[in-house]
């Protein structure tokens, strides 16, 4: 039976609401597969995270748009789909909800704010948004391994870190904007473990919001986790061979190859962590100390995360340039091996019901794991 439409008769949301916004690559596939699994019992009350059939995170109740090649992606809240996620919400009757989107990084405040108020209005005290930022460097780096391992960068992925990076990866004025509109109800956190409530993001997020031992969670096994370079040089080969699959079709391909990698690797083979060689770690110091002192300022007390994160980044960072050329860490016959499954991939891709067959099969996959908490 369809669920009753919020549209006009919005009711008042009496339990506390968490919006846990992002950002992208700072723990949010990891935070939400715990929390679809239950892995977060209160003390006293009930937890929720409404959700529909086959997701996993809130995602759904935003549609991305770009204006053109070099805008920034943008997000926009979706009436139907926040009517039904407040009447699931309604329905539950929890003490606390949870909405997950990283997705809302690429929102405006006021947008996000609107939704809210016409969906699910909640009273004062009761709405908390936090937002994790993930130190820049790393940050960059990471999209661009992401970008590699669902066959969205070039022949040449360094080319264009740069301007990716002076694009979206200034933090201060966003976490401005989010402020100005939700005041004391956003909470912006650093994405960096040891500032982590218990090393763990679920646990910190929990914490944030609701305080030490008023909840308990359980750990699972890392979701999402960063992939070598030679495994996604391996990715590169088998979505470079098959220029045929559209956008979605090479994302999705991506996902599944990267949590089934052992199956295209020699067993014991080594994994070279991506990172920035030292010139270009150098200029996004230089780039981004500005951005970092002021995020460091307005949100953590003046401590220096971020930008002795920037220092640090340099530190690590690898003499020469990595090359990003699976012929410099693959050898032909593997290579050549990768190219004659990647028509195995292409073709199952292809099947009218392969994605849905996929999502539900990583559905059992990811609900299977639960721990008992």
Request: proline fraction near 7%; charged fraction near 25%; avoid cysteine.
């Amino acid at each position: 039976m369809a669920e009753k439409s919020a549209f006009h008769d919005p009711a008042f949301y009496s339990g506390r609401l968490i919006v846990h916004s992002g950002d992208h690559k700072t723990g949010t596939t990891s935070i939400q597969e715990r929390l679809a699994r239950g892995e977060v019992r209160l003390a006293e009350g009930q937890l929720a995270y409404p959700l529909g059939k086959g997701q996993f995170n809130h995602n759904h109740l935003l549609r991305p748009k770009r204006a053109n090649r070099l805008a920034l992606p943008r997000s926009v809240p979706l009436d139907d789909a926040f009517a039904r996620f407040a009447a699931r919400t309604l329905r539950q009757g929890a003490t606390v909800t949870v909405l997950s989107a990283e997705r809302l990084e690429s929102t405006r405040p006021e947008d996000l704010a609107a939704a809210l108020r016409r969906h699910l209005p909640t009273g004062p005290g009761q709405l908390t948004v936090v937002s994790y930022i993930r130190p820049h460097i790393p940050r960059l780096i990471s999209n661009l391994g992401e970008h590699i391992k669902i066959g969205w960068s070039s022949d040449t992925p360094w080319r264009g870190v740069m301007v990716r990076a002076w694009q979206r990866h200034r933090y201060a004025r966003r976490i401005a904007a989010w402020g100005k509109v939700f005041g004391p109800s956003y909470v912006v956190r650093p994405a960096i473990r040891a500032e982590l409530a218990g090393g763990d993001s679920l646990e910190d997020l929990m914490t944030t919001v609701l305080g030490p031992g008023r909840f308990t969670a359980a750990r699972g096994r890392p979701s999402n986790e960063s992939l070598g370079v030679e495994d996604l040089m391996r990715l590169h080969v088998i979505h470079r061979a098959l220029a045929g699959l559209d956008r979605w079709q090479h994302h999705d391909l991506g996902w599944m190859l990267s949590e089934q990698i052992d199956t295209l690797r020699p067993a014991g083979g080594p994994s070279t962590p991506l990172r920035p060689h030292k010139r270009l770690a150098e200029r996004m110091r230089r780039g981004f100390r500005a951005d970092a002192r002021a995020v460091d300022a307005a949100r953590f007390g003046g401590r220096p995360l971020l930008a002795d994160a920037l220092d640090q980044a340099v530190d690590t960072a690898q003499p020469e340039r990595v090359p990003l050329d699976p012929t410099a860490w693959l050898d032909a016959g593997e290579i050549a091996t990768l190219r004659e499954r990647a028509r195995e991939f292409g073709e199952a891709v292809s099947q009218p019901d392969w994605k849905r067959n996929w999502k539900e099969e990583r559905r059992r996959h990811i609900l299977g794991r639960a721990p008992s908490v």
